[in-house]
Nanobody, 113 residues
Framework: QVQLVESGGCLVQPGGSLRLSCEAS????????MAWYRQPPGKQRESVAL???????DYADSVKGRFTVSRDGAKNTVYLRMNSLTPEDTATYYC???????WGQGTQVTVSS
């Protein structure tokens, strides 16, 4: 069984930056493909960024150029660096492991002055 623990969410001012972390643990085999999703208040969950096991990355159009997903393979940890944050980025951010279909518990990001 695989577990995910996210961290790093908090209140940040518009224009600010934040880094989220997601650490996977448990019965893990191979390099993980991991993704970040977010769910804004009152809206559906949406894809934000993906890093495949081979290192390729994909981003939602709304975050391209502002967000960067990276991975520390030795620690089975994925990061989401978020720059130039706006109130529209306010959401609960979730980590997801594709190979095991496992979700994290979510971490709240609030962008507000």
């Amino acid at each position: 069984q695989v577990q995910l623990v996210e961290s790093g969410g908090c209140l940040v001012q518009p224009g600010g930056s934040l880094r989220l972390s997601c650490e996977a643990s448990g019965s893990i085999t191979g390099i993980l493909s991991m993704a970040w999703y977010r769910q804004p208040p009152g809206k559906q969950r949406e894809s934000v960024a993906l890093i495949r096991s081979g290192g390729q990355t994909d981003y939602a159009d709304s975050v391209k150029g502002r967000f960067t997903v990276s991975r520390d393979g030795a620690k089975n940890t994925v990061y989401l660096r978020m720059n130039s944050l706006t109130p529209e980025d306010t959401a609960t951010y979730y980590c997801y492991v594709l190979q095991y279909n496992v979700w994290g518990q979510g971490t709240q990001v609030t962008v507000s002055s």
